[in-house]
């Protein structure tokens, strides 16, 4: 069992920059691979990057791609996501989520934060 809790979220202007955190319970952190999802309001649940157990590999969706950091501090059970150049259209509440594989559908991940508000006013 891992229990996710998100935080950073807010509200920035346009251009601005974010850094979101996922803080994991319980010692199994390391033996799963992590995930970033984003859902709109009336939108499905997108995927936006996700990251190997060790850290070394990392994946991105194309629309945050050189905007969108993620990473990993086993350690401290914590997946972060740094956020640069936002824009009104990553406006969405944003998700750390906890699976076996990397995947970009969500029903691929096991365990699942509650989520936290990220807001880009233009």
């Known amino acids: 069992q891992v229990q996710l809790v998100e935080s950073g979220g807010g509200l920035v202007q346009a251009g601005g920059s974010l850094r979101l955190s996922c803080a994991a319970s319980g010692r199994t952190f390391g033996s799963h691979v992590m995930a970033w999802f984003r859902q709109a309001p009336g939108k499905e649940r997108d995927f936006v990057a996700a990251i190997t157990r060790s850290g070394g590999s990392t994946y991105y969706a194309d629309s945050v791609k050189g905007r969108f950091t993620i990473s990993r501090d086993n350690a401290k059970s914590t997946l972060y996501l740094q956020m640069r150049s936002l824009n009104p259209e990553d406006t969405a509440v944003y998700y750390c989520?906890?699976?076996?594989?990397?995947?970009?559908?969500?029903?691929?991940?096991?365990?699942w934060g509650q989520g936290t508000q990220v807001t880009v006013s233009s």
């Open positions: 989520a906890a699976g076996r594989a990397i995947a970009v559908l969500s029903k691929e991940y096991t365990y």
